[in-house]
């Protein structure tokens, strides 16, 4: 009979509280330098919040991880892809900006390594550990399990260099709104690879609700000024030197149109209809994102205009 509960009780936990299989496979980008590349559509409950890119740096004496993606689930197994290439522990995990798809899998990391946690501060003054953030709410139950809002070891409020096992990361925060209120890039100098967070996107339309035309500009003239061969956007596959140019000719167009269409005076009613960045509809999300960002363009730089 104790054997039957036994084998009942195994069989039940393996079946029924099975988790989320991410299917992760990293690829490498740089020596050194993997990513795990998410798909190019919103979180579901089909991708578990795999939908965002998610990187290993490995030095000398451990990895340090670029945001650590959705969920607790997402990291662990990304670890243990990760463990195959080398068995070592994460002393470091950065993340970019304050979007959860970037960084909930930090709890992961901080109970399996005690991984120093570093990023904007807004991650920690924008959620608390008891909320339920969007990943909450949006992928399986056997997904977000295990993920917990953990406080951050380091903000990170000018730029700071860091370095971990002879690697040197430096981390530069854009300084005003961009993409999300506090936005940062990583740059590997010795390397000459960039990791750009949400600032940079390919292949799919930028979401611009919480961020700025002018402060997007600003941030594409900063990672410009740097000598990058590799740049991981946050979204997107994109790596050799054009990983940038769609990004930058959308906000510069994006820029321009608007402007353009304030000067003859049209109305907010009318800018979507108006400005359509055709150039970008065969790109992934256009439906969904762009006509939003033109409108929030529209409002942002009409105060800049007076
Ligand atoms: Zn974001």
């Known amino acids: 009979m104790k054997i039957l509960i036994i084998i009942t009780l195994l069989f039940t936990s393996l079946f029924s509280g099975d988790v989320f299989d991410y299917k992760l496979t990293p690829k490498k980008v740089s020596e050194n330098v993997w990513c795990f590349f998410g798909a190019l559509e919103p979180p579901t409950k089909e991708n578990g919040g795999a939908m965002v890119n998610s990187c290993y740096?490995?030095?000398?004496?451990?990895?340090?991880?670029?945001?650590?993606?959705?969920?607790?689930?997402?990291?662990?197994?990304?670890?243990?892809?990760?463990?195959?290439?080398?068995?070592?522990?994460?002393?470091?995990?950065?993340?970019?900006?304050?979007?959860?798809?970037?960084?909930?899998?930090?709890?992961?990391?901080?109970?399996?390594?005690?991984?120093?946690?570093?990023?904007?501060?807004?991650?920690?003054?924008?959620?608390?550990?008891?909320?339920?953030?969007?990943?909450?709410?949006?992928?399986?139950?056997?997904a977000i399990k295990g993920t917990k809002i953990v406080k951050l070891d380091q903000h990170i409020k000018k730029s700071t260099t860091i370095t971990v096992g002879e690697e040197v990361f430096e981390i530069i925060p854009i300084g005003e709104k961009a993409h999300s209120h506090e936005d940062t890039f990583i740059y590997l100098p010795k390397r000459k690879v960039l990791f750009a967070g949400d600032v940079v996107m390919n292949g799919r339309i930028t979401s611009n609700r919480d961020g700025s035309v002018i402060g997007q500009l600003k941030a594409h003239k900063l990672i410009k000024s740097k000598d990058w061969n590799v740049l991981v956007a946050g979204h997107g596959y994109i790596t050799d030197k054009t990983a940038m140019d769609e990004s930058s000719q959308y906000f510069t167009l994006l820029n321009k149109r608007v402007s353009q269409a304030l000067e003859d005076d049209i109305e907010a009613s009318e800018i979507t209809k108006l400005v359509k960045m055709k150039e970008f509809e065969d790109k992934a999300m256009y439906k969904e994102l762009n006509a939003r960002n033109v409108l929030d363009a529209y409002i942002e730089l009409e105060f800049v205009e007076e």
């Open 57 to 142: 740096v490995k030095t000398k004496e451990s990895f340090v991880v670029i945001d650590s993606g959705p969920s607790y689930q997402f990291a662990l197994q990304a670890y243990t892809a990760m463990s195959k290439i080398a068995k070592l522990p994460v002393k470091m995990v950065i993340a970019s900006h304050e979007h959860d798809d970037h960084w909930l899998g930090n709890n992961y990391y901080k109970e399996k390594f005690s991984s120093k946690l570093v990023g904007p501060e807004n991650i920690d003054t924008a959620h608390k550990s008891v909320d339920e953030t969007r990943m909450f709410k949006v992928i399986p139950k056997n």
